[in-house]
Each structure stands twice: as structure tokens, then as C-alpha cells.
T-cell receptor, first 118, second 113 residues
Framework: ETGVTQTPRHLVMGMTNKKSLKCEQH?????MYWYKQSAKKPLELMFV???????ENNSVPSRFSPECPNSSHLFLHLHTLQPEDSALYLC?????????????????FGPGTRLLVL | SQQGEEDPQALSIQEGENATMNCSYK?????LQWYRQNSGRGLVHLIL?????REKHSGRLRVTLDTSKKSSSLLITASRAADTASYFC?????????????FGKGTLLTVNP
């Protein structure tokens, strides 16, 4: 257990559905991340939140909408997804965000949500 | 892109043998980290090596860093079946306001009992 939990673990949705992924960290960290992991591709950073403010948005389509209501919780709202969005979505947290801490940050990952879009 | 690239893409060895994985990157870095991922699970941090360090050990893991060649290696000694996983290197770089940890595609290690 890394102290980062994700729900659901598996999700199947149609292209017209709306669903949300949830991430919770129990480590007292101040930064949280969403990553997308597709087969044969490097891990793609999607969003970064530091102290509940979005600090990075890597040109992610608007059909993915993040929400960070507090430093322990992170959501990824999904709507009108495409089959190519099928992937493992990983949440991670770190003590701080490098820009504020100036220190290298180790990231702690949740187990991921395996998403299949039909 | 500063993206790390692991080599080989896949490695299959027998239990008890040593496994060596390599990572190459393109731009200057502050630090390099190695992570492990069991099938379909999240990544677990293994070890971090700073740009001014050349070698680091943690249990059966040995990491080297050669900044002149922009490469790192991860050695797992006396491998076990439980070491079967994908291994990723991740480089961090701060250029302007664009700090991020960038991962490679990983090396899939299979340790046969």
C-alpha cells in the first residue's frame, strides 16, 4: 500500500456516458497528479495540482476535467470519451511541487483505474 | 523532449541471475528516479539519484548515473521471481516554470523460477 487509493479500479463506459474517477491520498502531501498510461507508450502527465491549484495542464482534451476540492482528494471527470481514451489512469501524490519546494519529489502512485471506452 | 528511454524493452532471466536495465535521456537533468510497476498496478518508487552522484545502492539495487553520456543503469542482483515487473526511469528537469517528472516506456523484466 502506497497511501494513495483510487476508485473505481475498473470502469467500462460508453462514449455518451459521464463518469468520475476518484483519488485519495493519506500521506499529507500537497501535490497530486493524473497520468494516463496506454500500451506501448510512455506515461503521460495530464494534470498537476499543488495546494489545490492547477499548476500543469498538458494539452489534455476538454472531455477530461479535473477537480481538486482539497489537498487529499482529486477527481477526474469524464464525458463524451473516445475509444482511444481507453487506458490505465494513475493518480499520484508528492510532498510538494518542485517549484515551491526546490527539492526532487518522489511520487507515490495509486493502483490505477483501468478504463475501457466502448 | 527530455524523455528517458529504457533499454532493453524486455528482458527475461533465470532466478538468481543479475538483471541490468539502461536508461538514456536527452537533456540536462536535476535528478533521475527508477520506479517499478507490477502488471496493471501503480508505480512504486525504488531509488533516486541526483545529478552530482555517480552511484547509489539500496538493498539488491544498484543505480549508476553518467551525466556525460546522459545515461543511467539499474542493476538488480540475485533476482527473484517476485522482481518480475516493468521498470521505468524518470527524469526531472526544471526549465523556467516547466518542471515535470518525465517517464520512459519501461523495461519489462521477467524472472523465471
Amino acid at each position: 500500500e502506497t497511501g494513495v487509493t483510487q476508485t473505481p479500479r475498473h470502469l467500462v463506459m460508453g462514449m455518451t456516458n459521464k463518469k468520475s474517477l476518484k483519488c485519495e491520498q493519506h500521506l499529507g502531501h500537497n501535490a497530486m497528479y493524473w497520468y494516463k498510461q496506454s500500451a506501448k507508450k510512455p506515461l503521460e502527465l495530464m494534470f498537476v495540482y499543488s495546494l489545490e491549484e492547477r499548476v500543469e495542464n498538458n494539452s489534455v482534451p476538454s472531455r477530461f476535467s479535473p477537480e481538486c476540492p482539497n489537498s487529499s482528494h482529486l477527481f477526474l471527470h469524464l464525458h463524451t470519451l473516445q475509444p482511444e481514451d481507453s487506458a490505465l489512469y494513475l493518480c499520484a501524490s508528492s510532498q510538494g511541487w518542485f517549484e515551491t519546494s526546490g527539492a526532487p519529489e518522489t511520487q507515490y502512485f495509486g493502483p490505477g483505474t483501468r478504463l475501457l471506452v466502448l | 523532449s527530455q524523455q528517458g528511454e529504457e533499454d532493453p524493452q524486455a528482458l527475461s532471466i533465470q532466478e538468481g541471475e543479475n538483471a541490468t536495465m539502461n536508461c538514456s535521456y536527452k537533456t540536462s537533468i536535476n535528478n533521475l528516479q527508477w520506479y517499478r510497476q507490477n502488471s496493471g498496478r501503480g508505480l512504486v518508487h525504488l531509488i533516486l539519484i541526483r545529478s552530482n552522484e555517480r552511484e547509489k545502492h539500496s538493498g539488491r539495487l544498484r543505480v549508476t548515473l553518467d551525466t556525460s553520456k546522459k545515461s543511467s543503469s539499474l542493476l538488480i542482483t540475485a533476482s527473484r521471481a517476485a522482481d518480475t515487473a516493468s521498470y521505468f526511469c524518470a527524469t526531472d528537469y526544471s526549465g523556467g516554470s516547466n518542471y515535470k517528472l518525465t517517464f520512459g516506456k519501461g523495461t519489462l523484466l521477467t524472472v523465471n523460477p
